[in-house]
């Protein structure tokens, strides 16, 4: 048995997927090796009794249509899988719940429609809105050309990008500020920053203007038969084309031979021979224990030192015994804040003070995706700082999620109204405890690193290469420039593809 | 697009642009050259509730009745295990036995309280079966100091606070009593905040398990039990079946059902329980495949495809895929056997089965996915495991 391999990718996760397509489509033998039994890592699906849920998936931005084509529909073009996989569209941006003020705000997709609704919402709005998805499309186009070349000097950004290279470096805030935004439509409008992981005062305005005006304006897809189908058919797709996909196969160390990387040993003491390798995983785990301390530049050492652990999950997985409309619930999802201020919203978080969550109803876009008279709803939560870790014991495990369960559940139903526990026909808890064995990354984060201050988007993107510390290891993912999300991952991981492909030109040459 | 008026930003903003490449590495450079912490409390917990295995050794053998053992299982230092996974009541551990060539792994539900497990120890209770290979290597090959290898606690045969009713009516089986005696433990223990009712039938006095532990347990006030014979008249039990008026004088309001034991059990108390016209939600089986019938009595030819080696072998329409897979010395990932868990997910490349699965996703059943735990032949079959 031949056991070396032109590429080796770890971790079968929605980018070692994409990456180890990419390189067999390119003739390339492929090796993935994955832990769990099924690929997708925490973009997965699992069973309880009639309901099927989807672990993690809420939305995927940057889809869009045949007509409207965003940058994951080009890829999944390239990819041959286009017509594979089936999708439907979210019918609304988002419905949000401020409890402590008892307010709620339902915007719509399409950038004229929801600075429509916005100015309903907040009269005079309507101008700083402009501005900011003008503002928002220049920044777009500027992160695009700075994808497609690295070494654009400043005055050609500055001729072309002026305003972007203003707000380059800012917080979301201080944009919001500049903008005159109003308050409160400056709240409405930072909803989905918990999607990112990261508060209004430390994200980056460049990374938050860029999804949202994806996701107004390119809408936002779930696939009809879950993201389990995505996976299995990637998979399927990788093996056709003459990969390996070995599961339940957990990688522990990385190999070098001659100070350079040749291959990977399996916690069963196996070994596999590559010259280049794709990581799907965290780089705390990479350069902490994987890597041989001896390979580990310094460099590796003290970025990852420098970086903040990001958000931690939470979700709640109910099948209900009754029908959406019977219970009330009517939208797909319902962000639960206690407060919009993402500041202070992100601060409660950090104590696990306050039970806020984003509820999804499936359902409600794809009506046959569980029993007739039933509902699948999620809520998701997410923790951060040492909130959960400090509380946790293998003892007190159970009941912790039950209790953290259980208040949010509470506080989802006072803050709508809508009664969900009497209908309880299936539960599923999953904490940090369940993201950590899953997905194998520190604490159970599940949104990669924090984006904040110096470790925002921009400087992540222009220090890529850079901070490629070992020659021929490609990180891909969530710990990846742009963090996480459906998107952003499949996305990473053709890049990485890509990079990979250039390595090894580069060692013909 | 120069027309965008953003007020207060101009030079300062650029040059911060400008410099971002260089501040960042300068946050990189100032940061101190320690170790990277790889070591975190909710990854140490994760490792702790899931292990990938745990090396056990059987420590003492109980005689429950003439067909009925219970293990006492201890880790296996030696094999590097130090301790023992904590676990739900109503959870079951995937016990690997090798006999010859053949790896075989059986689910049994833990019977003792999960306090147990935070002293290190579980206890595994074996109904000895007339033509079960892995029972009966427990009845004769299995002795105090014998050692294998267990999974993970795992399963959803649990009481779930946030889900159930505070009123439970257990309803066992035979060996079926294990879930329960579990959960009656950790009731006693504080663990666990419902009312329990076990209604246990069993033929004759002698196939009740844990009568004496059962005993104890019922003089707490949360807890109560009660014997139904089915084969043997006494004036000290009830005689028959569990009927509604066997049910009957323990109903609350609110009531949810945990059944548990033989095909023949959950046929009659299925039919019993219409009767009280119950939504799902209130009614919780843990099933036991093997029980089912469905079985064409021939052989078929299977080929087995794996990673690294394909293999030809029979299956009876009798048995599962996997059951033939394990017997022919074939290694497959596995663990609930009743089509749940999911590990042993397989291609199904050609040919058909029967299958009570109802646990697949929908699109691994739209691209012939199968669990050949829970699937029969009924024709020629060629199987990619996931191994």
Redesign the interface.
């Known amino acids: 048995?031949d056991n070396s391999y032109d590429a080796i990718v770890i971790g079968a996760g929605n980018a070692g997927l994409i990456s180890a397509l990419k390189l067999v489509k390119e003739n390339k033998k492929v090796l993935i090796l994955e832990s769990n039994?099924?690929p997708g890592g925490m973009a997965t699906?699992?069973?309880?009794?009639?309901f099927?849920f989807e672990a993690s998936l809420q939305a995927i931005s940057g889809y869009g249509s045949s007509e409207k084509p965003g940058p994951l529909y080009k890829l999944f073009e390239k990819l041959d899988i286009v017509d594979k996989i089936k999708f439907i569209n979210l019918t609304e941006a988002f419905h949000v719940y401020c409890k402590e003020k008892k307010e709620d705000y339902v915007m719509p997709f399409g950038i004229q429609e929801f600075i429509n609704k916005m100015n309903e919402y907040v009269p005079n709005s309507e101008k700083a809105m402009k501005?900011f998805f003008?503002?928002a499309e220049?920044v777009q186009k500027a992160l695009l050309f700075l994808e497609n070349d690295k070494n654009v000097n400043?005055q050609t950004l500055?001729e072309h990008f002026?305003?972007f290279?203003?707000?380059?470096?800012?917080s979301t805030d201080k944009?919001f500020?500049?903008?005159?935004m109003p308050k409160k439509a400056a709240e409405i409008l930072s909803t989905y920053w918990v999607y990112l992981g990261s508060p209004t005062s430390t994200l980056s305005f460049v990374h938050f203007a860029s999804m949202l005006l994806s996701y107004i304006y390119l809408g936002a897809v779930v696939p009809e038969?879950?993201s389990?189908?995505i996976n299995?058919?990637l998979a399927?797709e990788i093996t056709k084309n003459g990969g390996?996909i070995?599961?339940?196969s957990t990688v522990q160390e990385i190999l070098f031979e001659e100070g350079k990387v040749s291959g990977v040993r399996l916690?069963d003491g196996k070994d596999f021979k590559s010259k280049h390798i794709l990581f799907n995983g965290s780089p705390?785990?990479l350069?902490?224990?994987m890597i041989p301390k001896e390979h580990v530049p310094?460099?590796a050492?003290?970025?990852?030192?420098?970086r903040v652990l990001g958000a931690?999950g939470f979700s709640i997985y109910l099948g209900l015994?009754q029908s959406p409309e019977d219970i009330g619930l009517t939208d797909y999802n319902y962000f639960i804040y206690h407060s919009l201020d993402s500041n202070s919203e992100f601060e409660n978080r950090s104590a696990l003070k306050n039970n806020s969550c984003v509820a999804t109803v499936l359902n409600n876009i794809n009506p046959h995706c569980s029993p007739a008279g039933t509902t699948l709803i999620t809520l998701t939560s997410t923790f951060f700082g040492d909130a959960?870790?400090?509380k946790?014991?293998?003892?007190n495990?159970?009941e912790l999620k039950?209790q953290i369960?259980?208040n949010m559940?509470n506080n989802f139903e006072e803050t709508t109204g809508i009664n969900i526990?009497s209908?309880?026909?299936?539960?599923?808890i999953a904490s940090?405890?369940?993201f950590?064995?899953y997905g194998g990354h520190?604490?159970?984060i599940i949104y990669g690193y924090k984006l904040t201050?110096?470790?925002n988007l921009?400087?992540?993107t222009?220090?890529k290469e850079?901070e490629n510390f070992i020659p021929n290891i490609r990180i891909c993912g969530g710990f990846d420039a742009w963090g996480n999300g459906f998107s952003n991952t499949y996305l990473s991981g053709y890049r990485a593809a890509k990079q990979t492909l250039l390595d090894m030109k580069g060692e013909e040459e | 697009m120069n027309d965008l008026k953003l007020d207060g930003l101009g030079k300062k903003e650029r040059l911060k642009f400008k410099n971002l490449s260089k501040d960042r590495e300068k946050v990189m450079a100032s940061t101190p050259l320690d170790n990277i912490k790889v070591d975190y409390n909710t990854n140490e917990i994760a490792r702790s509730l899931h292990p990938k295995l745990q090396y056990v050794k059987v420590i003492d053998i109980i005689n429950e009745s003439s067909d009925v053992k219970t293990f006492l299982l201890a880790p296996n230092e030696e094999k590097g295990t130090k301790k023992l996974a904590y676990f739900k009541a109503g959870q079951y551990i995937s016990v690997r036995i090798r006999i010859g060539k053949c790896l075989y792994k059986r689910p049994y539900t833990l019977s003792c309280s999960p306090k147990l497990a935070l002293n290190n120890r579980y206890t595994i209770t074996i109904k000895r079966k007339e033509e079960g290979v892995v029972s009966n290597h427990f009845f004769n090959n299995i002795t105090v100091g014998s050692s294998f290898v267990v999974s993970a606690p795992s399963g959803t045969f649990c009481y779930e606070r946030i889900r159930d009713a505070k009123n439970v009516i257990a309803i066992a089986g035979g060996s079926g009593i294990t879930p329960f005696i579990s959960m009656a433990e950790a009731i006693n223990d504080q663990l666990l905040n419902f009312n329990l009712t076990i209604l246990y039938g069993a033929k004759t006095r002698k196939d009740i398990i844990f009568k004496e532990k059962l005993d104890k347990l019922s003089s707490h006030e949360k807890i109560k039990v009660k014997y139904i014979l089915s084969e043997e008249e006494s004036d000290k039990y009830e005689t028959g079946f569990i009927e509604k008026e066997t049910i009957d004088p323990y109903l609350v309001e609110e009531n949810s059902f945990f059944v548990c034991g033989p095909m023949e059990l959950y046929k009659h108390i299925n039919e019993v329980l219409k009767e009280y016209n119950l939504a799902k939600k209130f009614i919780r089986t843990d099933l036991f495949f093997s029980e089912i019938e469905v079985r064409r009595e021939e052989n078929f030819n299977v080929k087995v495809i794996t990673k690294d080696k394909e293999f030809n072998i029979t299956c009876n329409g009798k048995e599962t895929l996997l059951s033939a897979i394990e017997k022919n010395g074939i290694l497959a990932p596995s663990s609930c056997h009743v089509g749940v868990c999911g590990l042993c997910r397989s291609k199904l490349i050609s040919g058909k089965i029967k299958t009570f699965d109802s646990d697949l996703r929908v699109s691994d059943k739209n691209l012939n996915y199968i669990h050949p735990c829970s699937s029969f032949p009924e024709s020629d079959i060629v199987i990619k495991l996931p191994n």
Do not use: C, Q
């Open positions: 048995m039994n099924v699906s699992f069973i309880r009794g009639r099927e501005k003008i503002l220049e400043s500055l002026p305003n290279i203003k707000v380059a470096a800012l944009v500020k500049a903008l005159k038969k879950r389990h189908e299995t058919i399927e390996v070995k599961y339940l916690s705390t785990f350069y902490g224990k310094k460099e050492l003290k970025l990852t030192n420098s931690r015994n959960f870790d400090s946790v014991t293998e003892e495990y159970f039950n369960a259980e559940i526990k209908y309880i026909e299936e539960i599923e940090p405890v369940t950590a064995r520190p604490e159970g201050g110096l470790d921009l400087p992540r222009l220090n850079k």
